[in-house]
Antibody, heavy 128, light 108 residues
Framework: QVQLQESGPGLVKPSETLSLTCTVS????????WSWIRQPPGKGLEWIGY???????NYNPSLKSRVTISVDTSKNQFSLKLSSVTAADTAVYYC??????????????????????WGKGTTVTVSS | DIQMTQSPSSLSASVGDRVTITCRAS??????LNWYQQKPGKAPKLLIY???SLQSGVPSRFSGSGSGTDFTLTISSLQPEDFATYYC??????????FGQGTKLEIK
């Protein structure tokens, strides 16, 4: 079955750029959306953004000015870059697959999106 | 932004109990509501999607209901492995996708 694995530095200095990669194994990156989510220590989940395998993206407005998500279909990977980090960006970062339930309605369709496969997460600490 | 509010924030219950967790959206989100379970040190696990559809492999004691602004996650008979934190998440709007603050389910 599909598995996701996050990788990247565990320590980033303030004002620098956090860079993480998610490698997809056991399936193709094509035909899905792929998402990044983070969780600060002891706190809840925050959605960062997602990318479609074709490259279209959607970001959390609160992070949009600092976030870039990209995809490399040849490597079955997608990546996260978060610039100008501060201590507030210290968190466990998860990547996840976004699947959908498609329901017919009238002359169109509804798409119910959900994150069904998650990586184990990687801890990133922002500190000098 | 659509705000998601869960209640209660924490809950103590015993094995075999029936438990209900509530999630309320700040505006109507139709049935665009998902539920996740997270155990300490682990990634979240999808339980319910589209408000009431049970994810493959998830025990049938988990069920979801609701539409519009009010949703519930019910565990019909608590098992020891169900003690965890539960999050709801709306997928109606990507501005942004938002999670509830979580409900921690503890052993009484």
């Amino acid at each position: 079955q599909v598995q996701l694995q996050e990788s990247g530095p565990g320590l980033v200095k303030p004002s620098e750029t956090l860079s993480l990669t998610c490698t997809v194994s056991g399936g193709s990156i094509s035909s899905y959306y792929w998402s990044w989510i983070r969780q600060p220590p002891g706190k809840g989940l925050e959605w960062i953004g997602y990318i479609y395998y074709s490259g279209s993206t959607n970001y959390n407005p609160s992070l949009k000015s600092r976030v870039t998500i990209s995809v490399d279909t040849s490597k079955n990977q997608f990546s996260l870059k978060l610039s100008s980090v501060t201590a507030a960006d210290t968190a466990v970062y998860y990547c996840a697959r976004v699947d959908s339930l498609i329901a017919a309605a009238g002359t169109g369709y509804y798409y119910y999106y959900y994150m069904d496969v998650w990586g184990k997460g990687t801890t990133v600490t922002v500190s000098s | 932004d659509i705000q998601m509010t869960q209640s209660p924030s924490s809950l103590s219950a015993s094995v075999g109990d029936r438990v209900t967790i509530t999630c309320r959206a700040s505006q109507s989100i139709s049935s665009y509501l998902n539920w996740y379970q997270q155990k300490p040190g682990k990634a979240p696990k999808l339980l319910i999607y589209a408000a009431s559809s049970l994810q493959s492999g998830v025990p049938s004691r988990f069920s979801g209901s609701g539409s519009g602004t009010d949703f519930t996650l019910t565990i019909s008979s608590l098992q020891p492995e169900d003690f965890a934190t539960y999050y709801c998440q709306q997928s109606y709007s990507t501005l942004p996708y938002s999670f509830g603050q979580g409900t921690k389910l503890e052993i009484k």
